[in-house]
Nanobody, 125 residues
Framework: QVQLVESGGGLVQAGGSLRLSCAAS????????MGWFRQAPGNEREFVAG????????RYADSGKGRFTISRDNAKNTLYLQMNSLKPEDTANYYC??????????????????WGQGTQVTVSS
C-alpha cells in the first residue's frame, strides 16, 4: 500500500501563488506516474497535471497551462504543484494521486490507484 498526504493548501488572493506538496510513504517503489486532480463543490473531479516516473514528461489541463508546474523529487518521495497567478475558479480541493501500474504520464483518474485526502485551495477575488 501507498499512503499520500497533501499539504500546502490555504486561502490566497487572486493573482497569488501556492505550492502544494504530496508526501508518499509505504511501498513507494510501487508508484510510477503521479498527478494532481481537483474537485470543486458540485463539480466532478478533474485532471490538473500529471508527470511520469522520471519527471521528464509533464502534462497539464488547459486551465493550468502557463500557470501551474508539476514536479517530483523521487529521492524524497514527494510530488509538488506550483500554482501561480491563481484565479477564483481555481478554488477546489486538490488531490494527489499515484499509479501502481503506469510509468508514463496519465491524465485520467481511472489510471491511478492511490489517492490522498486532499488539501483545500481557496482563491478570493
Amino acid at each position: 500500500q501507498v499512503q499520500l498526504v497533501e499539504s500546502g493548501g490555504g486561502l490566497v488572493q487572486a493573482g497569488g501563488s501556492l505550492r502544494l506538496s504530496c508526501a508518499a510513504s509505504g511501498r513507494t517503489s510501487s508508484t510510477y506516474a503521479m498527478g494532481w486532480f481537483r474537485q470543486a463543490p458540485g463539480n466532478e473531479r478533474e485532471f490538473v497535471a500529471g508527470i511520469n516516473w522520471s519527471g521528464g514528461d509533464r502534462r497539464y489541463a488547459d486551465s493550468g497551462k502557463g500557470r501551474f508546474t508539476i514536479s517530483r523529487d523521487n529521492a524524497k518521495n514527494t510530488l509538488y504543484l506550483q500554482m501561480n497567478s491563481l484565479k477564483p475558479e481555481d478554488t477546489a480541493n486538490y488531490y494527489c494521486a499515484a499509479s501502481g501500474l503506469y510509468i508514463s504520464t496519465r491524465t485520467s483518474g481511472v489510471d491511478y490507484d492511490y489517492w490522498g485526502q486532499g488539501t483545500q485551495v481557496t482563491v478570493s477575488s
